[in-house]
Structure formats: C-alpha cells, structure tokens
C-alpha cells in the first residue's frame, strides 16, 4: 500500500508494540482492585465470591444476616493441601492467588472447593485436606443426580451409573453402537464424551435419547506431525443434507432394582434446540424439564428449519407423549432474544407453562394453560425484551427475570432486573441505576449479588434483598492503577442504521496519546451476528479483546452491533433471515461514513476489518463487496460457505436448502469464494488446520478462488490449532498488529515482536 506513511518510511517502535501490549487483559487485570469473580451462593443463604486488591486475591463469604463479609477459610491451609496433593508438580499454589474454585457447603457445615485441575479439598475450622479420590475403571465425565451421590456418564456409546463415594458402575443400556449411541453429545461442531441428559428432582429417572448418526455425514480432519498423519473423523452433518443427525427420545427409571428403559412413543425427533446450534445451552439440556414429582415429562421439538417449536408432555411410566402447544414463525424461533438460556417453563402442579415469544415483535412471557394450551394471560409487554428467566417461585407465583430495553433514555443493551406476579400486575424494576447489570441470585431467592458498570464506570458489587433494597455494598471497583498505567475508557456512539432511521450503538477506542489534530486510519472489529454481535460487553472489561491494544498502534478501532444481530426487536434481528451474506456490512459502511463526517481525525480513505469465525466471513465479504471502503482485511477462521459448515447454524439462519429449476439455490450468492476476483485491497486469511468446528477447507475455498482469479493475498495457517487457536494466539495476534500497521498505516512494524501471555 502506498501513502505518506508508507513514503516517509514511518516507523513504529517496540515501545509502541509494549504499550499496545500493556492494553491486553493479562496485564490490565491485576491492576483493578476491589473487583470481585465468581460469586456463588451457598446452601446456607451465605454468598461467597473472590476479591482482587494490591495484585491479590483473597475469598470471601458474605452473611446476609449481619451484612458482614469474612474469609471463606484458611488460605495458607488451602495452598498448603493443594501444594501437598500435587506432589511437587505443575507451578506451586501462592494463598494470594488462588487458582480458580468451585465452592460448595457438606452436610457438616465444612466447604468443599474443587479446583479447575479436578482436585477436591475439604475446609474447615481446623485447616484444609484432600479429599480422596474413589477408585473407578474410568475417567468419562459424569452428570450428577441431585443429590451429588450418582453420576451418569457415557461409555462405549451406553449410558452408565456410577457411584460417587464407592466407584461402582451400573451399566444402564445395553444396545448402544457406534453412530447410535445414548445420550451422546457429537453432533457437528460437538464430538466431545460428555452425557446429554436430564435428571428427575428426586434422582430416581433420566430423561436422555439414543442418537442416530448412522447416516449423516463424516468430518475429516488431518494432523500434521512426522510420518503417517494422524487422521480425526467424526459426524458432522452439513446444511443441505438429505440425512441428518436424529434423537430417539427415552426415560431410564432408577426406582427400582433393575433400571427400565422407556421409550417415548414418538417418531425421532430433530437434533435442535430453542436455544442454541446444538442441545446444550445455558445450565445443560434445558429443552427437557421434569414436573416435582418426576411423572411427567416437558420437552420442546424443533423443527429442521426452526421455524416451529411444539410443547410436549411425556407420561414417565408408560412414555405417551400428548402435544399441548406449538408455535410457527415465518423465520426462525429461539426461546430468549439472544440464543442463551431457555425462557420457557413447565409448571404441571399449577396446570400452566410459562412461554416466551416474539410475535409482537418483542420477547416476552406469556402463561398458558397446560391442558387446553389456551392463553391465560400475558405477563410482559412492551417495546422491549425479557432476556433472561433468573427465578421462579411457583407457589409464591412470582417471578423473577432479567430485561434490556425497558427503561427510557437509556442504553437499550443495558441489562437491569425485574420481578412480576404470575397472575399479573405490573414489572417492578429491582436494580434503578444507569448501568448494566450482571445478576446471581440465591436459590432461595431471598437475595442477589447485583454487579453494575459500564464500560466507562468501574463495578460497584452490591447485595440487595427480592424486593431491590440494598443490604450490603460489597466491593467498590478502584482504576487507580489502571489509570496510573496508561489506560483510558472507550467511548460508547450512536449512529444511524442503513434505512437513516434505526439508532445502532457501538464502542470507539482510541490510542491513549490521541491527539486530535493528527488523522488516524480506522479499524471495525466485527462479528455479524445473527446469534450475537460485535460488541462484547456492555459492562465494565479493562480489556475488549485487543480492540484497545490495537487502538494504540496509531488507529481508531470500532465495534458495531448492526441490523441482523440480537436484543432489540425480532424484525432488527431477522433482516438478515435467509441473506446471511448481508453480514451487517451496509450498517457498517454507514457508520464509517457518518463517524468520517462527525469526527475530522477520523481517516475512512484507510478503514481496515477484522474478525474471527461469522467476522472472519464477514471480513472477507467487506473486502469483496465493499472493495472501495475496506483497504485491509484480516479473516480469521471464517465460515466463508455456510454448505461447508454443520447445518443447524445455517439452517436457522439461512433456511433449508431450497435447489431451483436452474440449478442454483437459496444459498447460491451467500459464499464468498465467488467473489474473490473482486479483491482490490490487502487481505489475510487465517486457520487453524484442525478447526473442528468451522472446518479449514471453509477458508481454502476462498484462496483457490482467489488462485484462479490471479489474486495477490497472504495466507497463515496453523497447523495444530483448533478454532480458537490456543497457544498461537498470542503469535496470531501479533500478525495481526504487523498487518494492519504496515498495510494501513503505511509503517514498519518491529520485526519480530514478542508478545506473550503473561500469567
């Protein structure tokens, strides 16, 4: 590229690669103090959660009863077990810093904190030990019965019983084979030996399914190493094929000696969710949901196409299955407005099921009756969305749930929490303050940790009671640090929509030397949704990716959640249903327009993209379709043909494949391979050689078109990493610094920098 940066010969220095790097979240999360992680509310009502402060970090456990907060237990005792437990291995346990814990309360009153590495260690007033590992014949990952006593996990495509304290295993069926196995979770993206499976509230059943892949489609992927490759194969159905991945739905009852099998008298069912491209969303399985008293059984079938979703109640002891409500939409159905966790409940004792739905053209709560599956009453409603169901009390017939877009003048991202009477009144708003807010609720419901900020405020934790009072503030963010460092904010912006009407938000980062008499290139990070969007946080991150770190090196870098992306309406986020190759791109180009307009340091002659996976196909996309916006591009991983990619993301999004009389079909156009002869600026494609989630022939595609075309382009691939690069990716980022400083600045990068993460 040329230009009078490139003519000058500018350079950029290492000590600009160090600040950059002083911007990543490695180096900038040590120096916030008075942030807590990881809250979890225990048995006993008392809410445990870590602290940072002076580059330390200690647990604590807060009593709502006296409003005060305490050590958890002994840290020295901790490290000290967990040092001894490892046997002079790995990297030694400092009390300061703790690594990562899951913390649960025994029976005894003691707390039992299981470490990331498996390791499990009982604490108490006396000190910390081990806690002794039972001997079993395997290493399968269990999902645990209610009680914590059992756990199912899956072997030799059969699901098994394994006792906790003893190590003894059950066997539970017996005719599983490969391609269709029980209960397991290897469709497309997902080959992993976890069990899919739901257990009954008084652990005596298992809702799970025998899953036929015997006809769908084979992944391949080739390792590189000396010798003979080494060869990964599984399942992998793509969008448009005839045979695809089948659930045959079944009930294992533990109540008696000999465990029965009970299949549900249905034809297989498709392997979607309401909530995500694969089963599992949220807490695990939430499609499926037991009725208290383990008779009945709710679950969700979902069409191929998404386009329909059907309440069903199973009997547990014979396995008939009654329809009792379904809804179609003309695009795609999803049980939140973002695919998260499900928003639909099933309340047999009351005869109701809750419903969540976006026919007005919002996301809300809707409560119908269970036998007739007639409407009784709507519960939310309004120019704004139920995100999330937080917790519901059937007998108290209250509900409690998280919202974005309800309060006026405000960020319509911002999340805030509300309560509501099941046979109805009004929403009362429980968290008031001009911020976002991440909400963890006690089981009892009787208190919640409400954490509030935004991206230019530091977190304020506080605890308030089912109603919103304020029972405590627990910790007050410090950026004294960070700020002393160098740091400084993004800046949240508003611009108009491709129509001129629709207000879109996005996030602007700055170098922390702007100087607004220079001209400074600019950068869009982008992910086109349709699932999430560009900008990852609302809330308060000393770090966004290296949005920053980048900024740094001499540009303006921008995130923008265009139309086709989630959280407002249902009509903003399907605009790009059926037209996926719509990628946000015209929202984007207009930003760079009126942000050009709006702000003279602002250079859009020189606007680069980026993105990984939906923004590494975006990112190819810009640089073919908008050729005399975007100057240089940089794909990462991207699903450059959704035909090449598993089918349910495409499917929902796209639709089924539909072939034409001329032998194109709905998917024809959407590929970018097509239009790489269109490529005028600088571009990289990246991939991981053993993406097993968007397969690497997904980029290779795009560069034998770009072979054929006589195209200049770079190319990196990665030949042990997977689809989110690991190890390399401090080294991918790196390159990607270098790119955009050499092709768009039109600078001389260090050569070579060294960029690690730092623990």
């Known amino acids: ?205 298992i809702a799970t399914f025998r899953q036929d892949q015997r006809k769908t489609s084979l992944m391949t992927l080739v390792g590189t190493n000396v010798g003979a490759p080494k060869v990964e194969q599984w399942r992998y159905p793509f969008a448009g094929d005839k045979d695809i991945t089948l659930i045959e739905r079944v009930i294992i009852d533990l109540s008696a000696a000999t465990p029965r099998l009970i299949r549900l008298q249905m034809p297989p069912d498709q392997h979607r969710s309401t909530c995500a491209d694969d089963l599992v969303c949220g807490n695990g399985w939430e499609d499926v949901q037991w009725a208290q008293d383990g008779k009945t059984l709710a679950f969700v079938s979902t069409d191929r196409g998404h386009k329909s979703a059907t309440l069903r109640v199973a009997d547990a002891q014979t396995g008939a299955v009654r329809d009792v409500f379904k809804e179609t939409v003309a695009t795609q159905y999803q049980s939140a407005p973002a695919l998260d966790s499900v928003n639909w409940r099933y309340l047999p004792e009351s005869n109701e099921f809750l419903w969540f739905s976006q026919q007005s ?143 879109l938000y996005g996030q602007m980062f700055k170098p922390s030397n702007f100087d607004p008499a220079k001209k400074y290139p600019i950068i869009t990070y982008i992910y086109p949704g349709p699932q999430v969007g560009s900008v990852r946080s609302r809330s308060f991150l000393p770090a966004q990716g290296d949005n920053q770190a980048l900024a740094e090196l001499g540009f303006v870098v921008i995130a923008l959640d265009g139309m086709g992306t989630p959280m407002r309406s249902k009509t903003f986020q399907d605009v790009s249903y059926g037209n996926m190759a719509d990628n946000t791109l015209p929202d984007q180009v207009a930003a760079l327009k009126q942000l050009g307009e709006r702000y003279p340091w602002i250079d859009t002659s020189r606007a680069g993209i980026w993105g990984h996976s939906g923004g590494g196909n975006a990112t190819a996309a810009a640089m073919f379709r908008y050729p005399d916006v975007y100057k240089v591009g940089i794909a990462e991983s991207g699903n450059h043909e959704n035909l090449s990619y598993e089918d349910d993301w495409g499917e929902r999004f796209q639709g089924l494949l539909e072939r034409k009389p001329d032998g194109t079909s709905n998917y024809t156009g959407q590929d970018n391979a097509p239009l790489a002869s269109h490529l005028q600026g600088k571009l990289l494609l990246i991939h991981g050689m053993m993406d097993d989630n968007v397969p690497p022939q997904s980029t290779l595609l795009v560069v034998d078109a770009l072979v054929k075309a006589n195209k200049d382009f770079d190319l990196l691939l990665l030949p042990h990493a997977r689809h989110g690069y690991g190890m390399d990716s401090y080294y991918v980022m790196r390159r990607r610094w270098d790119y955009f400083v050499r092709n768009l600045l039109g600078a001389t990068p260090p050569k070579e920098f060294e960029l690690k993460m730092q623990f």
């Open 1 to 205: 590229m040329t230009g009078a940066g490139a003519a000058m010969g500018q350079t950029v220095t290492t000590a600009d690669y160090q600040r950059a790097a002083s911007m990543l979240a490695d180096r900038t999360m040590p120096l916030i103090d008075h942030a807590i992680s990881q809250p979890s509310w225990l048995d006993d009502g008392s809410l445990v959660y870590r602290e940072q402060a002076d580059g330390k970090t200690r647990v604590l456990r807060f009593d709502p009863a006296t409003g005060k907060s305490a050590p958890a237990f002994d840290p020295q005792a901790l490290a000290d077990a967990m040092n001894l437990a490892a046997g002079g291995k790995g990297r030694p346990v400092n009390k300061d810093r703790l690594p990562p814990l899951a913390i649960q309360r025994n029976a005894d009153g003691s707390l039992l904190l299981t470490s990331m590495a498996g390791g499990g260690f009982r604490c108490d007033t006396s000190g910390c030990t081990a806690v002794p590992k039972p001997a079993v014949s395997g290493d399968e990952p269990g999902v645990a019965s209610p009680d914590g006593a059992r756990e199912a996990f899956v072997r030799d495509w059969n699901l098994w019983l394994r006792d906790v304290a003893s190590g003894k295993e059950t066997q539970l069926t017996f005719d599983g084979k490969p391609d269709y196995g029980y209960a397991t979770d290897n469709a497309g993206w997902k080959h992993t030996g976890d069990a899919v499976l739901v257990w009954s509230p008084d652990g005596k059943k």
């Open 361 to 503: 053209n919002w996301g809300h709560l809707y409560l119908y009756d269970l036998t007739t599956g007639k409407l009784k009453r709507q519960l939310t409603s309004g120019n704004w969305n139920v995100a999330k169901i937080v917790r519901l009390d059937a007998k108290a017939r209250s509900l409690w749930f998280t919202g974005v877009g309800r309060e006026a003048g405000r960020d319509p991202y911002f999340v805030h929490y509300y309560r509501i009477g099941l046979d109805g009144g009004d929403v009362q708003l429980l968290t008031p303050e001009d911020a976002n807010h991440s909400i963890t609720a006690s089981a009892d419901g009787k208190y919640f940790l409400d954490t509030y900020s935004t991206i230019a405020t530091a977190p304020v934790a506080v605890v308030r009671d089912a109603d919103g009072k304020q029972v405590a503030e627990l910790a007050r963010t410090d950026l004294t640090r960070l700020r002393a460092a160098g740091w400084v904010p993004p800046e949240a912006f508003t611009v108009k929509a491709r129509d001129g009407k629709t207000d």
